[in-house]
């Protein structure tokens, strides 16, 4: 009897793909886009039109550098035995901080006006300290994987495989303090009206007008390599990939070519 079910066993282990044709994961990483460090001071052509209702009026711009995120994610892939190229869906979010500081100059002030921009984190539970300033991207990708290798090459049962792919990226990031961002989102005349001692409710405005043009998108591309392993019968594979992303920032502070490594598991059937 044992003998007969150790054949059985045997016998499916053989017969099942070592890769499943549909899988659904969860992955961790670490993702190397930074964000430049930068002192600046608009004024003139350069001051946004928000800001521009006051004769001789500056905006003085301060940020730190940021230096790689983490990330989360999931996807989910589709693997057809009748075409060699294989389909992933994943979306990952990286974010950090970084500290900044927006302070307005003016004839009109009887001192600096400080514009709060640490803003809410964008991650539940995630804690930041005041001043700091949250960056996330949100990297949705899809992916047409090529097989190159599976190994042990002479084995029957080859769990693990080696894969390179490409694919387009749509990103969904947040806006940057920083010059271009900021022409962006005080682009419209008088939407901050400067008051002679900086009341707070006008610095409110001017932070609620950052917070709600915090987000833009734009697509990008990514080129891809991984490796998975799938023990046949077993429903659980993992993976480890990495992906360069090719401009996928969605400010000029930010990188255009980071690249994102990701580990995870998951169920597949």
Excluded: C
């Excluded at 961790?28 to 001789?56: E, R, Y």
């Excluded at 589709?78 to 307005?104: D, K, R």
């Excluded at 097989?147 to 387009?168: D, E, N, R, T």
């Excluded at 940057?176 to 009206?193: K, N, P």
């Amino acid at each position: 009897m044992k003998l007969k079910l150790l054949v059985a066993l045997s016998a499916l282990a053989f017969a099942a793909p070592s890769h499943a044709l549909v899988g659904l994961a969860v992955s961790a990483g670490l993702n190397s886009t930074t964000i430049s460090g930068a002192d600046q001071t608009m004024v003139g052509a350069t001051l946004p039109k928000a800001f521009s209702n006051d004769t001789g009026a500056s905006l003085v711009v301060h940020r730190t550098k940021l230096s790689g995120m983490t990330q989360f994610g999931v996807k989910a892939w589709l693997e057809l035995p009748v075409i060699p190229v294989e389909f992933e869906v994943a979306s990952n979010i990286a974010w950090g901080y970084y500290q900044s500081s927006l302070i307005l100059n003016s004839a009109a002030l009887t001192h600096p006006d400080t514009i709060k921009v640490d803003v809410p984190a964008p991650i539940p539970g995630e804690s930041k300290k005041s001043g700091e300033t949250p960056y996330f991207s949100w990297l949705t990708d899809l992916t047409f994987r090529y097989p190159i290798l599976q190994l042990p090459p002479l084995s029957p049962i080859q769990p693990l495989k080696l894969w390179v792919g490409a694919g387009p990226t749509y990103v969904v990031a947040s806006r940057v303090v920083d010059q271009s961002d900021l022409e962006s989102i005080y682009g419209t005349a008088g939407s901050y009206t400067v008051s002679a001692t900086g009341d707070a409710a006008a610095e409110a405005a001017a932070r609620k007008t950052f917070i709600n043009n915090l987000t833009t998108n734009t697509w990008g591309a990514h080129l891809a390599v991984g490796a998975q392993l799938k023990i046949p019968v077993v429903p659980i594979a993992l993976f480890i990939d990495g992906k360069w992303y090719l401009h996928v920032a969605t400010s000029s502070a930010a990188s255009k070519y980071p690249f994102v490594v990701n580990i995870g598991a998951g169920l597949s059937i």
